[in-house]
Every structure is written in structure tokens, then in C-alpha cells.
């Protein structure tokens, strides 16, 4: 019986010395990675914000700003005074284009940012054109919301 005892404790003790060194090397581990998340994460086919040509936000400013504003006019309520749009002949269904997607505040919030970065990049190229599109495109999406 004693002799049973004694070989648990060593087991014990060999084991609670394989969970220290597992600790240790837990933490090693995870403190070694430093800031290579954060370089992983870095979009390497992006764009600068910094450095981003104003023309190339002119088109999804706009395409941001119409998308909900027409889904809502497809889909919504007001698809009777749209362009296409006429009445089943199967039943009581509308018969529109489907413009599908759901919408967010998000959405609305990051067409915004992107209209003030359009103005920021452009005042800073001198663009009066886009910076005179950003303003008409924040106001209209701020009268949206």
C-alpha cells in the first residue's frame, strides 16, 4: 500500500511538472507573435487611404448611395411609380426586378465615411468636381437617414 502511494505522488508531481512546462510554453508561444496579427491583416491588394486616387471613389460613392435607395423603391412601397413593375397575371404579385439585399445602418454610416474620405482626397488633389460630389452625396445621405 505504501509503495502504491508513493508511486501516485511521483505520477502527480510528474504531471503537475507537465502542465508548468505546457504553461510556459503557452505563453512563450503567444507573446512571441507580437505584431504579426496585425500584418496579416493588412490588405496587401488594398488601397491607401491615404493615397487613393478620387476618382476611383466617385463610383462607389454613388453606386452605395442608389443601391438602398432603390431597393427600398423596388421592393418597398413606392415600387408602384417605379420604371418597370406591372401586375402578375398569376395572382396579386408584382412583377419587378429583384433587387435583393438587406439593408443597415452600417451600410449607410460607411457610405458617409467613404463620401468624406472622396472630399478629404480630393480637396487635397484639388478637385473641386468631387469635392462638390461629396458634399451633394453626404447631404443626401444624411437627408436619407
Request: net charge negative; proline share 11%; hydrophobic share 35%.
Given at each position: 500500500m505504501l509503495v502504491s502511494n508513493i508511486e501516485n505522488y511521483k505520477v502527480m508531481k510528474l504531471i503537475k511538472g507537465l502542465n508548468k512546462i505546457f504553461l510556459v510554453l503557452t505563453v512563450t508561444v503567444l507573446a512571441?507573435?507580437?505584431?504579426?496579427?496585425?500584418?496579416?491583416?493588412?490588405?496587401?491588394?488594398?488601397?491607401?487611404?491615404?493615397?487613393?486616387?478620387?476618382?476611383?471613389?466617385?463610383?462607389?460613392?454613388?453606386?452605395?448611395?442608389?443601391?438602398?435607395?432603390l431597393s427600398a423603391n423596388y421592393e418597398g412601397k413606392f415600387a408602384g411609380v417605379m420604371n418597370y413593375v406591372q401586375k402578375s397575371g398569376w395572382g396579386s404579385d408584382l412583377n419587378k426586378y429583384q433587387w435583393s439585399g438587406t439593408s443597415s445602418w452600417s451600410g449607410y454610416y460607411d457610405n458617409l465615411r467613404n463620401a468624406k474620405l472622396l472630399y478629404q482626397r480630393a480637396e487635397a488633389e484639388g478637385m473641386e468636381f468631387q469635392m462638390g460630389l461629396a458634399i451633394v452625396i453626404r447631404a443626401f445621405n444624411f437627408a436619407y437617414i
Open positions: 512571441s507573435c507580437g505584431d504579426q496579427l496585425t500584418e496579416l491583416n493588412v490588405n496587401p491588394k488594398g488601397v491607401d487611404p491615404e493615397t487613393v486616387q478620387p476618382n476611383l471613389l466617385v463610383a462607389t460613392v454613388i453606386s452605395q448611395t442608389a443601391a438602398p435607395y
